[in-house]
């Protein structure tokens, strides 16, 4: 084939301009992570089909309250409420930036908007109010709009005569909305009083990794059983804190799951692969016979 003899031969052509491809899927910087428990490096989506529990050393990892809700509601039959409810600013609090556009950001980022999600639902058939805590929002801080959700769970399992089921992820009470945060611990308790006093229905508490402070300090241990997941950390306050006012060495394992089953504060570990049947056998247990 000849070209034309008037054309440039290649090498004295103008280059093209150079054109990016427009990327189809933006890039994934969280598609591999890393196993605390055996340092394997896991690809995350194959995690997440697994409930987020590794498959080499069986390390529950942190896990999202949708997927969570998925896996121990029956199909289809979880009825969310207060999905609305949205947190305000009273104090005007400010740190390093302002509560209300950390709680703008947090929002967008996470599709809700606050920490909390709550509904009714069955269990292998058996009706509950559920709910669970979203670490990813603020840590799973408790502030006004996680109380509320919570003391409505309560109320609404009263109401319907329904076992309550709570599942705590949290570093406590939200520090953002000061005083108005720490009310929630007794608003929440006196909820959780009538549940049991006037509906005698039970609550069963289950213990995520983390659950600490105002959380820990209220609703989440006061369980007619409290379930752990496998190494959760638990507690109230952080062990170096206790280690710095008691200025004593902490025992091996301190605030795990492990540790405080032992210990008697945690009547059961539950591997997250049992969680289902194990709050169904619980709460049939506990309903009392009409
Ligand atoms: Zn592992």
């Not at 998925?70 to 104090?91: I, K, N, Q, T, W």
């Not at 000061?178 to 609550?203: F, H, N, V, W």
């Not at 301190?254 to 056998?281: A, C, N, W």
Request: net charge neutral; glycine share 8%.
């Amino acid at each position: 084939m000849s070209e034309p003899k008037d054309s440039p031969r290649w090498f004295e052509q103008a280059p093209a301009p150079i054109q990016a491809e427009p990327r189809t899927a933006p890039a994934r910087k969280d598609l591999w992570v890393r196993c605390p428990g055996c340092d394997q490096i896991l690809f995350r989506p194959a995690l997440l089909e697994q409930l987020a529990v590794c498959p080499h050393c069986r390390h529950h990892h942190r896990w999202d309250s949708r997927a969570r809700l998925e896996m121990l509601c029956d199909e289809g039959s979880f009825e969310r409420h207060d999905r609305f409810v949205a947190p305000l600013d009273p104090l005007g609090f400010a740190d390093s930036k302002p509560y209300s556009s950390r709680l703008a950001a947090t929002q967008r980022a996470q599709g809700e908007l606050d920490a909390y999600i709550a509904g009714s639902a069955t269990l292998n058939g058996l009706p509950v109010e559920i709910g669970t805590f979203d670490f990813r929002f603020m840590g799973g801080s408790m502030g006004s709009v996680v109380g509320e959700l919570v003391t409505r769970q309560f109320e609404r399992a009263a109401e319907n005569k329904r076992p309550a089921i709570v599942i705590s992820a949290s570093g406590g009470a939200r520090m953002q909305e000061g005083i108005l945060s720490l009310m929630q611990m007794a608003k929440t308790c006196a909820a959780l009083a009538r549940l049991r006093d006037e509906a005698r229905m039970p609550y069963i508490s289950v213990l995520a990794d983390p659950t600490t402070g105002g959380v820990a300090a209220s609703f989440a241990m006061l369980g007619d059983v409290i379930l752990a997941e496998p190494h959760a950390l638990i507690g109230f306050a952080g062990a170096r804190v206790i280690r710095e006012t008691i200025r004593q060495e902490l025992p091996e394992g301190f605030q795990t799951s492990e540790y405080l089953l032992e210990h008697g504060m945690v009547d059961l570990i539950v591997p997250r692969d049992e969680l289902k049947d194990t709050l169904v056998r619980l709460c049939r247990h506990f309903t009392p016979r009409r």
